[in-house]
């Protein structure tokens, strides 16, 4: 089973590359952020003549989150159910061949220590009670998305000291490690431990070809998961492409 994450950068601007990607790496599910579309704007025609369904939840020219799957999907959620939290299109769940499967597009924070900063590290917290509500971690679950945390020296290419910068401090760093004591584990660290590999790259500067980017797109599985895992790919590649996201695909592959 391939499960991919992927943060597009507006769905409408990279359709043509993600229906391609698709067809070509058929995915079971891919989870797509920053779709960018409203619900009503959402092509699921076009992923439904490449045989897949689509479970979406999104807003118009911000955010967004969508689910992929030919399979069945079950017991899909969108959002935390809480109008407090519930005004940005973050969070989507849906059950695909026995896994649950969650697709986050967490807050980036705009500046270290700032009012959307703080709103960052809350909705963290907000989404370990969520996972407490509607999931157990004796179960398959897997949480992935664009997390716009850097977790460790190894995922970004700033200075080792980064604890007051965002992505990297140590604000942000505890709230990921809630993630962890909850009962998830970083499929592509464990099974690159010491592996420098990068997910993001800024459009500016000449990032991408200096490499200076972070690792911030992940894949968290439970045990039960983690047991099954066969490899996780960073799709470095299409960041190569003309008119990319900055962000590029990671897959994680399981055993049936």
């Known amino acids: 089973m391939k499960v991919a994450t992927w943060n597009v950068n507006s769905l409408r601007a990279r359709q043509d590359a993600v229906l391609d990607w698709v067809e070509a790496n058929e995915p079971d599910v891919l989870c797509l952020q920053e779709t960018k579309l409203s619900d009503q704007e959402f092509p699921e025609d076009e992923f439904g003549d490449l045989d897949c369904d689509a479970h979406f939840w999104g807003q118009k020219s911000y955010n967004g989150v969508?689910?992929?799957?030919?399979?069945?999907?079950?017991?899909?959620?969108?959002?935390?159910?809480?109008?407090?939290?519930?005004?940005d299109k973050r969070v989507?769940?849906?059950?695909?061949?026995?896994?649950?499967?969650?697709?986050?597009?967490?807050?980036?924070?705009?500046?270290?220590?700032?009012?959307?900063?703080?709103y960052k590290l809350e909705w963290m917290d907000r989404l370990v009670d969520w996972l407490d509500q509607h999931f157990d971690p004796e179960d398959p679950v897997l949480l992935c998305g664009d997390f716009n945390i850097a977790p460790t020296a190894l995922d970004h290419c700033g200075?080792?000291?980064s604890s007051e910068q965002l992505f990297t401090s140590e604000g942000e760093r505890t709230r990921y490690r809630r993630f962890l004591d909850w009962g998830f584990v970083d499929?592509?660290?464990?099974?690159?431990?010491?592996?420098?590999?990068y997910t993001w790259w800024d459009y500016r500067g000449m990032a991408f070809q200096?490499?200076?980017g972070m690792?911030?797109?992940?894949?968290?599985?439970?045990?039960s998961l983690l047991a099954r895992l066969n490899d996780v790919t960073v799709h470095r590649a299409l960041r190569s492409e003309e008119a990319p996201s900055d962000h590029v695909p990671v897959v994680a592959e399981?055993?049936?």
């Open 66 to 87: 969508a689910i992929i799957t030919p399979h069945e999907a079950q017991r899909v959620i969108r959002g935390f159910q809480d109008p407090a939290w519930d005004e």
């Open 92 to 118: 989507i769940a849906a059950r695909v061949n026995g896994i649950d499967v969650i697709d986050i597009y967490l807050p980036n924070g705009q500046s270290y220590g700032s009012d959307k900063y703080r």
């Open 159 to 161: 200075p080792e000291d």
């Open 187 to 197: 499929a592509f660290r464990h099974l690159h431990p010491q592996e420098r590999a």
């Open 210 to 212: 200096r490499n200076e």
């Open 215 to 223: 690792r911030i797109d992940h894949v968290l599985v439970t045990p």
């Open 254 to 256: 399981f055993d049936p």
